[in-house]
């Protein structure tokens, strides 16, 4: 899921100075997760808010905010609160952000967070990240570990010399992702395997961005 | 006799290594070039080290060729993508550089612009396999080139990492794409440095002890709990503290010389790697020590 975090409220509050009466768009799915996006949420921000003397016309938590036909109708029933509005706060990812921005091309539109990575949620409220999306995943060479993502170097043959006790150069805290793929990959007994393998140069044109994918006609069509 | 014939030939072989400075003041470089002539059979030229901005290695090389001294560049992977690696690399053998260091490089985390973007698009393995192919004729895309290379390439190896095994898998890799030679972190357990060539010795790769001079008991001690891959054994800094402030840095130089000897005299390794860090002016009397000069 997208890991999102509120924006600290000060400079929330310096963003959307020039607008008096906001309609507060949030989540159902990973904002609601995180907590950013969640019904909870939107009653806070619109309590915190009003206590800074705005007005607050309503508020509305999607089921996804990243899906922008879905959205749309379900944002139907909010026209009157949307007309008496003059900025739509939006508390979800950035994806989810455009969507409003793509429904209401005359209204201005701002996040009320910020959009950090792609997390797997560890415990309550705990998040970390293992996948980048890179486009061209290697999973499979690497015992099911993604050194693109948890090795800082994103290295791809195995760990550098600043490797520590199991740990990474760069921080103590961070498990050496090449260690990690090391035991995993011993306790599969495919140690030769993983000796084996040179891995590739990576082709980052797969993740050139903006990226754009289209199942239509159940044909898979990239754009390049 | 160049530094890949000296290897070739079953010499004992010695490299050292210059640092380039952070400015554009090279007299304390020449000066250091000048002083390790003629005693070593090549010189690293380091790559922004520990991600430290400084004067580019290529640069250094070339002074280094100026001066009559046959240079080593090193290469991390940490500030250029592919295109400027093999760019980098073209201009270098043009230059009159034979011999590559190629290595990952230290994270940008550790240097002196901390908010720089790392870039890693390839990393020590692949860019052995690159220096390969450039010595073939092909760039990584496989163009073919107007003029190849014939670098003698090299890697790096931590022969006290922990845990190890991971580390001899790359080690293994490095060979496997192309790695003439090794140069070590540094060592200072030579009965430990005895079983990892007892491994190293199955593939055909010639391998450079590295070592470090002790300067002090509390040196060894920061290399012990700071920096990844030393393992300085407590026998070592017990000589340097019985020896006193005073006398540390002459036990250091002097232990230096007895690591030497004793891998020349046994046979354990193809050579060193000795990495003065500030001391460059010293190596000549280590050599001394060591009986090399
Ligand atoms: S290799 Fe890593 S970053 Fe790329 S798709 Fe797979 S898990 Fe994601
Ligand atoms: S220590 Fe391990 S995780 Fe950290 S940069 Fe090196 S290889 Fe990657």
């Keep these: 899921m997208i890991i999102t975090k509120k924006k600290d409220f000060k400079e929330l509050m310096g963003n959307i100075r020039n607008y008096r009466s906001f309609f507060l768009i949030g989540c159902s799915e990973c904002a609601s997760l995180c907590g950013t996006g969640n019904e909870e949420a939107i ?56 969507t409003a921005v793509e429904l209401f091309e005359d209204k201005a539109v701002y996040p009320a967070n910020d959009s950090l990575f792609l997390g797997n949620m560890t415990r309550f409220q705990m998040f970390d990240e293992r996948c980048s999306l890179c486009g061209q995943c290697i999973l499979d060479k690497t015992g099911g570990i993604c050194p693109v993502t948890t090795c800082p170097k994103g290295l791809l043959n195995g760990p550098c010399g600043g490797m520590q006790d199991g740990h990474c150069e760069v921080s103590p805290d961070i498990p050496c ?22 891995v590739e140069a990576k082709d980052w044109s797969q993740g050139q961005k903006p990226r754009a994918l289209s199942t239509r006609e159940k044909k898979e069509k990239t754009r390049s | 006799m160049s530094f890949r014939e000296a290897l070739e030939s ?10 380039p400075p952070k400015g554009t003041d090279i007299d304390e470089m020449i000066h250091h070039i ?38 080593i560049l ?53 860019l052995l396999r690159v220096v390969d192919a ?78 470090v001079v002790l300067k002090s008991a509390g040196m060894a001690k920061f290399l012990n709990n700071f920096v990844p891959g030393i393992v300085v054994p407590e026998e070592l800094i017990e000589e340097l503290k019985a020896a006193g402030k005073e006398k540390a840095l002459d036990t250091g130089l002097d232990i230096c010389a007895r690591h030497i000897k004793q891998l020349k005299e046994e046979g354990i390794c193809d050579g060193v790697h000795i990495m003065a860090i500030g001391m460059e002016d010293r190596v000549p009397e280590i050599l001394e020590r060591a009986g090399l000069l």
Excluded at chain 2, 180 to 186: G, I, K, S
């Design chain 1, 43 to 98: 009653r806070d921000m619109t309590e915190a808010l009003k206590a800074e003397g705005k007005e607050v016309t309503g508020g509305f938590v999607p089921k996804t905010g990243c899906q922008v036909l879905g959205t749309k109708k379900e944002l139907k029933a909010f026209k009157d609160e949307l007309g008496r509005t003059d900025c739509i706060l939006v508390m979800s990812c950035g994806a989810g952000t455009q």
């Design chain 1, 177 to 198: 992702a090449w260690v990690r793929i090391y035991e995993r990959m011993k306790k599969l007994d495919k140690l030769q395997e993983l000796c084996e393998t040179v």
């Design chain 2, 10 to 19: 079953e010499k004992f072989v010695v490299t050292a290594e210059v640092g």
């Design chain 2, 34 to 71: 000048e002083l390790l002539k003629g005693k070593v059979d090549a010189v690293n030229f380091t790559d922004n080290q520990s991600a430290v901005m400084r004067m580019n290695s290529l640069a250094g090389c070339k002074i280094a060729l100026e001066h009559g001294v046959e240079p």
């Design chain 2, 74 to 126: 090193q290469m991390t992977c940490r500030d250029r993508n592919r295109i400027g690696l093999q760019s980098d690399l073209l201009g270098a053998y043009a230059l009159g550089v034979k011999n590559v260091l190629c290595m990952t490089g230290d994270h940008v985390s550790a240097g002196d612009h901390k908010g720089a973007k790392s870039v890693y698009d390839l990393e020590s393995v692949q």
């Design chain 2, 134 to 211: 450039l010595n073939n004729g092909k760039d990584m895309s496989g163009n073919d080139l107007k003029g190849s290379t014939d670098f003698f390439q090299g890697a790096v190896v931590t022969p006290e990492a922990n845990p190890l095994e991971p580390q001899l898998i790359k080690f293994e890799k490095k060979v496997k794409a192309g790695a003439r030679f090794f140069q070590t972190q540094a060592i200072y357990d030579i009965e430990k440095f005895r079983e990892f060539m007892n491994h190293a010795r199955k593939f055909p790769v010639k391998i450079l002890a590295g070592l």
